[in-house]
C-alpha cells in the first residue's frame, strides 16, 4: 500500500437554497490556484450543488484532474450521541434511531472509501461539508465519535491528511484559510470574534 494524500475542504459560501454566491465562486477559484500547486489526481465532490459547483471551479483549475462525485461525501450527521451535551440539544432535536443509524452507515462508508491508505501514491481533493470534514479529522485522531461536535470549518477552508501504511494518518492542516483574503475568511462560522 502507497500513501493517500487527501485535500479535504468545505464547499464555498452558498446561499440558503444551497447555490454558490458570488463570494463563494470567488472562494473556490482562489482554493483551485492553491491546489494547482499540488500533483492532483482527483476531485471528488458531494453529490450536493454547492459542492458541485465547487468541485467545478476546482477542475476548470486543475486541466486533466477528473471532477466525480462520491455519494459518502453528502451533508448528514455522522454521529448522534446517546448522550447529547447540553450546547448541541436543540440541534439533535427530533433525530430518530432510523435517522442516526442512516447517518453512522454514510460516516462508516466515508471513511471506509477515503480515510486509508490507497493502492498507490494518490493526491485528492474532498470537496464536502463541514461535518465530513469534522468526522475525517476526528477519525485520523482516533478520537471518540463525539468529538466531531464543535470542529468548525470555513468555506473552502482547507484540511490536509495523509494516510501510510502501518501508520498513524497525519493532520498536516486543519481549517487553514492562508489562501483566502481577510473579506472571504469565516464564512460558515456564527459571527464571533476570530484570531
Known amino acids: 500500500m502507497a500513501a493517500r494524500h487527501l485535500y479535504v475542504v468545505r464547499h464555498g459560501s452558498a446561499d440558503p437554497f444551497g447555490e454558490l454566491t458570488e463570494e463563494g465562486r470567488r472562494q473556490s477559484e482562489l482554493l483551485a490556484d492553491r491546489l494547482a500547486a499540488l500533483p492532483v489526481d482527483a476531485v471528488w465532490h458531494s453529490p450536493l450543488s454547492r459542492a458541485v459547483r465547487s468541485a467545478r471551479i476546482i477542475g476548470e483549475r486543475l486541466p486533466g484532474v477528473p471532477v466525480r462525485e462520491a455519494a459518502e461525501l453528502v451533508d448528514h450527521v455522522p454521529h448522534v450521541p446517546e448522550e447529547i451535551p447540553p450546547a448541541w440539544a436543540g440541534?439533535?432535536?427530533?433525530?430518530?434511531?432510523?435517522?442516526?443509524?442512516?447517518?453512522?452507515?454514510i460516516a462508516d462508508a466515508l471513511v471506509e472509501r477515503f480515510a486509508r491508505p490507497a493502492e498507490t501514491e494518490t493526491h485528492e481533493v474532498l470537496v464536502t461539508h463541514a461535518y465530513q470534514v469534522a468526522w475525517l479529522v476526528r477519525h485520523a485522531l482516533d478520537a471518540p465519535p463525539a468529538r466531531w461536535l464543535g470542529l468548525g470549518c470555513g468555506n473552502t477552508a482547507l484540511t490536509a491528511i495523509?494516510?501510510?501504511?502501518?501508520a498513524a494518518p497525519t493532520i498536516l492542516l486543519y481549517n487553514d484559510m492562508g489562501h483566502l483574503p481577510p473579506g472571504l475568511r469565516w464564512t460558515g462560522f456564527s459571527p464571533g470574534v476570530r484570531p
Open 162 to 166: 495523509s494516510y501510510h501504511d502501518g
Open 91 to 105: 440541534f439533535f432535536d427530533g433525530y430518530d434511531a432510523a435517522e442516526a443509524a442512516a447517518g453512522a452507515r
